[in-house]
């Protein structure tokens, strides 16, 4: 696609249950990374994939959380009993060349749990 | 732990200036650097890209990197009200790890 595609855009969701979100990458790129922003702060790096290199989960807050990439393209980022500070918007971007040269960033999904 | 750090601001110059945001970094092994800008509700978008030591020019924009004193900076010139965001400072470190972001600066352009 012609830019990084992020889905749902909005989700509201009540505390203790699962959630999905959806990334499609820019096609072509090989590495495709998730971060999270919360509300005034910085982005939270959370996870990387490159190629079919087993990914990079260092950033992951916990083991609620989890993330895969079919094929080499669409990811989808799982998190199980959400909580009330999972409340963020959640960024996927993608790059080529292991990311060196930047990577471009989806419209992110703003995720609230009541 | 990598850290990069910003001043949060905000920083505040009259339409026409020059904007000078800072940024340092604590891997000293860091190979790439990166300014990003983020309007507020929008995703952050890559607007600068530095490798080496020195000045990198784009158009209003000029990044400078100092790997001995571990400083990047981004100089916004002739600033525009449209330049009024939250600028983000990314640094990777070896090749195939993913950036690290500051927490941005924000900056306000007033006319």
């Known amino acids: 696609g012609a830019g990084v595609s992020q889905s749902p855009s909005n989700k509201v969701t009540e505390k203790g249950k699962d959630v999905e979100l959806r990334c499609d990458p820019i096609?072509?790129?090989?590495?495709l990374y998730w971060y999270r922003q919360s509300l005034g702060q910085g982005l939270e790096f959370l996870i990387y994939f490159q190629g079919n290199s087993a990914p990079d989960k260092s950033g992951l807050p916990s083991d609620r959380f989890s993330a895969e990439r079919t094929g080499g393209s669409v990811s989808t980022l799982t998190i199980q009993r959400t909580q009330q500070e999972d409340s963020a918007v959640y960024l996927c971007?993608?790059?080529?060349?292991?990311?060196?040269?930047?990577?471009?960033f989806g419209s992110g999904t703003r995720l609230t749990v009541v | 732990q990598k850290e990069v750090e910003q001043n949060s601001g905000p920083l505040s110059v009259p339409e026409g200036a020059i904007a000078s945001l800072n940024c340092t970094y604590s891997?000293?092994?860091?190979?790439?650097f990166f300014w990003y800008r983020q309007y507020s509700g929008k995703s952050p978008e890559l607007i600068m890209s530095i490798y080496s030591n020195g000045d990198k020019e784009d158009g209003r924009f000029t990044a400078q990197l100092n790997k001995a004193s571990q400083y990047v900076s981004l100089l916004i010139r002739d600033s525009q009200p449209s330049d009024s965001a939250t600028y983000l400072c990314a640094v990777t470190g070896k090749r195939g790890t993913a950036l690290i972001f500051g927490k941005g600066t924000t900056l306000s352009v007033s006319s």
């Open positions: 971007a993608s790059g080529d060349n292991l990311g060196l040269y930047g990577y471009t």
């Open positions: 891997d000293r092994g860091s190979q790439s």
């Open positions: 096609s072509g790129h090989t590495a």
